[in-house]
């Protein structure tokens, strides 16, 4: 006799909810880090395609969508996590053919990354792939380059000259794929070539040190033909759509060598572009001009207002129908704008009102819209709108999750995105140009821990002089009432980036909000501070005063945060840790330094423990700094750096040891031999999320000693 037995619905529910703990409990780094992380999304202005780069456990590849499915094709075959970078993706326009770069940048000595310690070295070279499919082909050593739009050639410098390379290798002198040698040879330092609509012509600019030029090479009769010459310095080449003219940015040239004469202790990087010059041009600082490509003739259309700093950060132009479009920040957020260049004395028309910060924008092929990314509508996430180029009503195309980077695709009828949301991390989708819910293109791996996660709640804290800053909070899926846990500050880096309330459209910053679910998962409770001088809150936050090596304001923030935590009745107060990478290096080791009594314990990534190279007590710079505070450190610290990083000397770490060694604070190190600042081999990256858990286990949760002689 059968016995059929139905079990009941509850035991069944809680069955699966504790099957879904255990997977959630269970799920290791490693899966947290299992999706692809798209990027340099690109589109075709010919056809409806796509193409972007997918990192996916540190191998490398090309990949593109074409309509009706958008189903993803992967190009290349690099299947191999070997630490070889992929970058700036371009596609022709009929969306033929694709070109990247193979191989990371190259660092002051000219040495191009090698993390795998390959004994043949690494190279920066351009490749290419045919999106009808076959094997990809390279096609010339470069370290910049663009590609025309039939795909035919790419331009690029090399030795202050420009140079083409043909895409076919049988097009090339002897098959090779080799260019034929430079396309021209012209006095200074030539950069920055850009094609003209029909693939004949490469603007370029001409740097001749205290001036530049804005030079036009033509393919069919060999010539080069400046654009107005001056003596000015002339950036920023854009072309008209019909090919005809070239608009640029002009700003005064540096009288006398002034160039020299910037005060050492004061980086260029503090002045907006053109504003120090303006010392000696009576405060005028830019000028917008329009150019005949064929004849050179040119007038200025526009001219900033003097000592108007209001447009003084203008850096590049795009030309949409009549009309030229810049991005500038004349009050608090940074917008962009628009003037007809028919207009014999335009204003710049606001493109993108409200309060909120505008950060990746892309132009339809008609000319007719601007499509951006805001935080307008919600100021710890991104969304997608559109405006006319003319100016009136912005759109808004999305309402939930993040949207970034637009690509317009040829019919106007669809824009490709990057998007995120709390659970789901970053990937390619479309979404209609009159709104709507974006429809992914790709799908996460069985192995991701999509029910491990938590939603962050933003948390607005209020430092000791009074600033308020915005955080991510992300608490225990298990925490009960009564209990209190070990707690962790996350420190982005940079200063000018924001963490959002969601998967981050930067890969380190996407690999650090899943590391905060995971934290957060295994039962520590998780706060990633937007401290001051960081972007999305407004200029004023962003430019906070006395921040960085004049004064550390923003540690404010990073000990409010701390302080905040310990004040939580779910929160250990004597286990309450930090961690963070390059800038957020820094400021762990700043709260290490400052504030053992707060912070029980850090891993530093790639940080900075001095500014300048002073360490005199009466300079500010040195004060500024955790190695100034060093005697007072006694919390443990690891310390992970690759010695080949190109963003922060690796000597900020050796010094610090040294330090460390000799106040007796107990560390522990890693170091990557021929590692950059962000880590090339995903397997680094792995070993050094693992350390960093392991390392809080024993110092948070189980109180462990830590030796002070890095061993």
């Known amino acids: 006799m059968r016995v059929h037995v139905r079990l009941p619905l509850v035991p069944l529910l809680l069955l699966t909810t504790l099957a879904t703990a255990v997977r959630a409990q269970t799920a290791t780094i490693a899966d947290y880090l299992s999706p692809a992380f798209p990027l340099d999304l690109v589109s075709a202005t010919g056809k409806e395609r796509i193409a972007w780069i997918a990192y996916e456990q540190g191998i490398r590849n ?301 132009v339809s092929s008609d000319h007719r819209f601007l499509y951006y990314a805001a935080n307008t509508a919600d100021i710890d996430r991104r969304q997608l709108w559109r405006v006319p180029v003319e100016g009136g009503p912005a759109e808004q195309l999305t309402d939930s999750g993040i949207a970034t980077y637009p690509a317009v695709l040829s019919s106007g009828e669809r824009i490709a995105v990057l998007t995120a949301d709390e659970r789901r991390p970053l990937t390619v989708a479309l979404v209609d140009a009159s709104g709507g819910e974006p429809r992914t293109t790709t799908t996460l791996p069985d192995a991701f821990p999509t029910d491990a996660h938590v939603d962050p709640e933003n948390v607005v804290i209020t430092a000791e002089d009074g600033l308020e800053f915005h955080n991510q909070l992300f608490l225990p899926p298990d925490l009960q009432p009564g209990e209190r846990r070990p707690a962790l500050v996350f420190i982005h880096g940079g200063s000018r980036r924001q963490m959002l309330l969601g998967y981050h459209y930067m890969h380190f910053y996407h690999m650090a909000y899943a590391i905060n679910q995971y934290f957060a998962n295994q039962g520590y409770i998780v706060l990633s501070v937007n401290y001051r001088s960081g972007i999305g809150y407004g200029r004023e936050f962003r430019n906070a005063p006395e921040v960085g090596r004049r004064g550390n304001a923003e540690y404010r923030d990073i000990l409010a945060a701390g302080l905040y935590l310990r004040e939580r009745d779910d929160v250990d107060p004597e286990r309450v840790g930090l961690w963070g990478l390059s800038y957020g290096g820094i400021l762990t080791a700043q709260g290490l330094a400052r504030n053992s009594d707060v912070f029980a314990a850090g891993v530093d990534i790639a940080g900075v423990h001095l500014w300048g190279d002073t360490l005199g007590p009466d300079n500010v710079m040195y004060r500024s700094s955790s190695a100034s505070e060093v005697r007072n450190w006694r919390s443990p610290v690891l310390l992970i750096h690759g010695d080949d990083d190109r963003n922060v000397a690796f000597s900020q770490t050796v010094g610090l040891v040294q330090l460390l060694r000799a106040n007796d604070v107990p560390y522990e190190l890693i170091v990557f031999p021929d590692e950059v600042h962000d880590f090339l081999l995903h397997e680094r990256w792995l070993i050094a999320f693992e350390a960093t858990k392991d390392f809080f286990d024993r110092t948070l949760v189980r109180k462990e000693p830590i030796r002070a002689d890095g061993r």
Request: charged letters at 25%; hydrophobic letters at 35%; aromatic letters at 10%.
């Open 62 to 362: 090309v990949f593109t969508a074409a309509a009706p499915d958008f189903e993803p094709v992967r190009l290349t075959e690099h299947l191999e996590d070997d630490g070889v970078d992929l970058s700036s993706l371009q596609i022709s326009s009929d969306g033929e053919v694709v070109a990247y770069l193979r191989g990371h940048d190259r660092n002051r000595q000219g040495w191009v990354a090698n993390p795998s310690s390959d004994p043949r070295g690494g190279e920066r070279v351009v490749w290419a792939a045919s999106t009808r499919g076959g094997a990809s082909w390279r096609v010339v050593e470069a370290d910049e380059f663009t590609l025309s739009p039939d795909g035919r050639w790419i331009a690029y410098t090399r030795d202050g000259q420009i140079h083409r390379a043909a895409m076919n290798p049988g097009l090339a002198t002897g098959g090779t794929g080799e260019p034929a040698g430079s396309l021209f040879r012209a006095f200074g330092e030539n950069e920055d070539p850009v094609w003209s609509p029909d693939g004949t012509r490469i603007a370029f600019v001409s740097d001749r040190g205290d001036h530049s030029f804005i030079g036009v090479y033509d393919t069919r009769a060999p010539r080069v033909t400046y654009m107005a010459a001056g003596v000015d310095r002339d950036v920023a080449p854009v072309w008209s759509p019909d090919g005809r003219r070239i608009a640029f940015l002009r700003r005064p040239g540096l009288p006398f060598g002034a160039e020299r004469t910037r005060p050492d202790s004061v980086p260029e990087s503090y002045y907006p572009p053109g504003l120090w010059e303006s010392r000696f041009s009576g405060g005028h600082t830019l000028e917008i001009w329009v150019a005949d490509a064929e004849t050179g003739q040119g007038t200025a259309i526009w001219q900033n207002a003097p000592k108007d700093e209001r447009f003084a950060e203008i850096r590049s132009l795009r030309w949409a129908g009549d009309r030229l479009l810049f991005e500038a920040e004349p009050e608090n957020w940074r917008h962009w704008f628009s003037i007809a260049v028919s207009d014999p004395a335009p204003d710049p028309v606001l493109l993108t009102p409200g309060e909120g910060f505008v950060e990746h924008v892309a």
